[in-house]
């Protein structure tokens, strides 16, 4: 509630539930989306992967405000589209630019995502004709 609040960044590790009763632990980021008119608050973009829990060390809940760190691809949760693989590098991008702290580049690639975020919506809004929507 927070970060919608704030409309600020977020990046969560947590453990949810399956229909199944299983546990699935899972990388959780976003960034806000703005646009017209007036940079209005549009919601989120942002991508939810599975992780896996192989290794020694046991996985811990956590997560962070204002601060977007994209969740490292995963073979099993591919990309639905093209466009959703170019929001996915997009995401991967501004990550890239916090760490780096490029920050001029992100006006530029926030109105990236908030096209992408526009098509994404539209794109789900409409039937998909060829059953690919997840």
């Known amino acids: 509630r927070s970060a919608r609040d704030q409309q600020s960044?977020?990046?969560l590790r947590l453990r949810l539930r399956r229909a199944d009763g299983s546990y699935a632990w899972v990388l959780i980021g976003a960034?806000?989306?703005y646009g017209p008119p007036d940079r209005t608050f549009l919601g989120y973009l942002g991508s939810l992967t599975e992780i896996s829990t192989s290794g020694s060390e046991p996985l811990t809940a956590y997560g962070t405000l204002a601060r977007f760190v994209p969740p490292p691809m995963n073979a099993t949760t591919p990309p639905g589209s093209t466009l959703e693989l170019v929001a996915d590098h997009l995401l991967m991008a501004h990550g890239l630019i916090e760490q780096d702290h490029a920050h001029e580049m992100l006006p530029v690639l926030q109105q990236a995502l908030a096209?992408?975020?526009m098509l994404l919506a539209r794109q789900?809004?409409?039937p998909d004709p060829e059953g690919r929507l997840h």
């Open 115 to 117: 096209a992408a975020g």
């Open 9 to 11: 960044e977020y990046s």
């Open 31 to 33: 960034i806000p989306s």
């Open 124 to 126: 789900m809004a409409s």
